[in-house]
């Protein structure tokens, strides 16, 4: 994409097939994009479903001062360009704080009006949500100033392994050293701001009102987003299945494409086997 593309752009990467297919929507973490589903693409069972990825503002390129708005402001954007609006999120990471957000209610005005109009309530009509390697902690105490340290001073650690998985190795050494400092030089202080208010913000989410099933998928070699981290979110939401893959960092879609695949089309076709909820109860539920 380039410097004049939109902040927010969703493609159809496969049609459905039928007269209401499942509409599912990909979203990418932060200095990452859509091409992160590649893999995942590739192997999904054709079982007749609509899937589409979204291009974020937090995308590799970084849209100049997207940090301004809150996360779920675009996550709410790119929902909001599916057309009929998803019936299942599969996010990653930072993509999967911005989707929490969004499902809080924040992001969102008093009146029920998301970005330019978006339908604010699209997200009660969600059939499930998959979080790939979510960043959540469950209490405010489990963040101290070692855990703030541990991320500004990792972070670049933290990209040049996102560089060594998204390259399949290719990039090693030094280069991949430098190119992740030109990545975090990229997403700047406000960037990585809004990454760590986020997260900060995850022990105040209801998740109690979360009730949609959700698929927790995590690395039990993820330093970034540790695997405690989505069993703790596991818990704390009223219908999840946590898994925890083997031998698998921060991208369960690429370091353990198969067994990732497997999982997440079963998920989908467990969701296209359930109705779709009505927005009018949902709303009357939400005012109650």
């Not at 301004?68 to 009929?84: L, S």
């Not at 009102?209 to 939401?237: M, Y």
Request: aromatic content about 10%; hydrophobic content about 40%; glycine content about 12%.
């Amino acid at each position: 994409m380039s410097a004049g593309d939109p902040p927010v752009s969703v493609s159809l990467r496969r049609p459905g097939r039928g007269p209401a297919p499942l509409r599912v929507l990909f979203l990418h973490g932060l200095a990452g994009g859509a091409n992160v589903w590649d893999d995942y693409l590739a192997q999904a069972a054709d079982h007749g479903h609509e899937l589409w990825t979204a291009e974020l503002p937090w995308r590799s390129e970084e849209v100049p001062d997207w940090a301004v708005r809150p996360p779920a402001h675009w996550t709410a954007e790119a929902m909001g360009q599916v057309p009929g609006g998803p019936d299942v999120v599969v996010a990653h990471s930072f993509g999967a704080g911005a989707l929490l957000a969004l499902l809080d209610g924040q992001g969102v005005d008093p009146g029920g009006l998301a970005p330019d109009g978006v339908d604010a309530f699209a997200w009660h009509r969600l059939r499930g949500v998959v979080l790939v390697s979510p960043f959540y902690r469950a209490r405010p105490r489990d963040f101290d100033w070692e855990a703030l340290s541990y991320y500004v001073n990792g972070f670049d650690r933290i990209l040049a392994d996102g560089l060594r998985v998204r390259s399949g190795g290719r990039i090693t050494g030094e280069l991949r050293q430098d190119m992740a400092l030109k990545v975090r030089e990229r997403v700047g202080p406000y960037g990585w701001t809004s990454f760590f208010d986020t997260y900060l913000r995850t022990p105040y989410l209801r998740t109690e009102r979360l009730s949609g099933p959700c698929l927790v998928i995590g690395g039990e070699a993820d330093f970034a987003a540790h695997p405690s981290d989505g069993e703790a979110l596991g818990a704390a939401l009223p219908d999840a299945t946590v898994k925890i893959l083997g031998d698998c960092g921060h991208f369960a879609m690429v370091e353990q494409a198969a067994e990732f695949a497997a999982l997440t089309d079963s998920f989908l076709d467990s969701a296209a086997a359930r109705p779709r909820p009505g927005a009018t109860d949902e709303r009357v539920r939400e005012n109650d």
